[in-house]
């Protein structure tokens, strides 16, 4: 059988390796409890330490680092672009930077490290304000506020490298842009690209969109309310610009070009790229893909993609669990209860898969919450009303002290 690693430990690296799992030997490193006690092998030795045909990496941090640049040199198949591809998620500063020359539209937007200079483009601004960390945040670097003052405080705290450390020093303040959000995933071997069903995350802790940006409450797929004219008008105004500015740069994209995307009254507009897959939204996407996930991401780290759409069927909804605290001091060790051993559902609920993002064992064999985001319970069905109900269904058997949970996810499509 074919032998695939997946890079990475939270519920996007559990839900890839589960869907390439029904096609090849699975590998993830370093993986998490939650992982293994699913049946899927973990490992902690390093990457560059196993052999495989393919490997795909999670997280943003290992792609922006160059991990993909180590392993290609070792004459390794991978989905994740180097270093070079990266920056766009990296670096807001270049990315703004790099939309600008492809001619990609985009919020109007200033670059800063001195402090009275970005505080009186601020002043300048009308709300809502939006102040952007230039480097990696777990997707907590972003402040969307009417209040003045809020965001100026933001702006102090972000250039004082007090919020995020080195990932704070530089920011960017951007026109604030209105209408829904759409989260497209686009895989790309070098030259070609193909698009991946298009879903939608819930990015706010609360209900109703309220409350803290956090590393994403919920997701689902397809997300139905996006016209064929809409998709296409992204195609070509955003993802086409895209590629031919990559490939004028001599950037070998292969991976996933993950597109944020705002559609504006006047017309779509990118809000951020992601190199890699989203979280959550690869929890709602892969299971749609039956076992077609290992063939797909092969052809697009060897640069075979034949541009024609893969198959997708169904609908998927993801619904978060969260521990307390989240996001700002997440608690740990609160015990879980309505899970098996394996870590699935101790009571089964049709078409429902538990991927763990944060959970690890106590001495009693019990899962226990061990990060930010915990559990994501994802319901599969032929309709988003049903794969909804389910979600919802699985999450209620699930209880932990302090669990936080959004209950809106993907209600107003389904
Ligand atoms: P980002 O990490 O850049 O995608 O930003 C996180 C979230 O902040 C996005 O999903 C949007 O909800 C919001 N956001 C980012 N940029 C803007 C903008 N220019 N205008 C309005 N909202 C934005
Ligand atoms: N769901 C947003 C992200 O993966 O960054």
Redesign the pocket.
């Known amino acids: 059988m074919r032998r695939c690693v997946v890079i990475g430990s939270g519920a996007r690296e559990h839900a890839l390796a589960w869907a390439l799992a029904k096609s090849a030997q699975v590998v993830v490193t370093p993986g998490n409890p939650g992982i293994a006690a699913h049946g899927i092998t973990c490992v902690v030795t390093p990457s560059t330490e196993l052999d495989a045909e393919l490997f795909v990496i999670g997280p943003d941090q290992p792609v922006v680092d160059g991990l993909a640049d180590l392993l290609r040199a070792q004459g390794k198949t991978v989905v994740g672009p180097g270093a070079d591809g990266a920056r766009l998620e990296g670096s807001?500063a270049y990315l703004k930077e790099f939309l600008a020359s492809a001619n990609v539209p985009s919020?109007a937007y200033g670059v800063f490290d001195d402090e009275s200079e970005a505080l009186s483009f601020l002043a300048e601004m009308s709300p809502?304000y939006?102040i952007?960390t230039d480097g990696l945040a777990a997707?907590k670097?972003?402040l969307?506020t009417a209040d003045f003052e809020e965001a100026s405080n933001d702006v102090r705290e972000k250039l004082s490298g007090r919020a995020f450390g080195g990932a704070g020093h530089t920011v960017v303040i951007?026109?604030?842009?209105?209408g829904p959000?759409c989260s497209l995933m686009v895989l790309c071997d070098g030259a070609n690209v193909t698009a991946l069903v298009p879903s939608q995350d819930f990015?706010r802790l609360g209900d109703g969109d309220t409350g803290a940006?956090t590393g994403g409450m919920g997701a689902y797929a397809p997300m139905t309310s996006l016209s064929s004219d809409e998709f296409d008008d992204i195609m070509e105004r955003i993802v086409a610009p895209t590629i031919r500015e990559l490939l004028r740069r001599d950037i070998d994209y292969r991976g996933v070009l993950y597109a944020?995307i705002?559609l504006t009254s006047n017309g779509p507009k990118i809000?951020?790229y992601n190199a890699r897959f989203g979280d959550p939204e690869t929890q709602a996407l892969v299971p749609l893909y039956g076992d077609g996930l290992f063939d797909l991401l092969l052809a697009v780290g060897e640069g075979r993609l034949d541009g024609s759409p893969p198959v997708a069927s169904g609908a998927a909804v993801t619904v978060i669990l969260a521990s307390h605290g989240y996001p700002h001091a997440p608690r740990k060790s609160d015990v879980i209860t309505g899970l098996g051993e394996d870590g699935q559902l101790a009571r089964a609920v049709e078409g429902v898969t538990v991927f763990h993002a944060g959970t690890a064992l106590d001495a009693n064999g019990r899962f226990i919450t061990a990060g930010g985001r915990v559990l994501a319970v994802t319901g599969v069905a032929e309709t988003l009303v049903e794969a909804r109900r389910r979600a919802y269904e699985a999450a209620a058997l699930i209880i932990f002290e302090g669990r936080v949970m959004r209950s809106d996810i993907a209600l107003s499509v389904a």
């Open positions: 807001k919020a809502p939006v952007k997707g670097g972003v969307v951007e026109e604030g842009l209105e959000e990015k940006n944020g705002m809000l951020e």
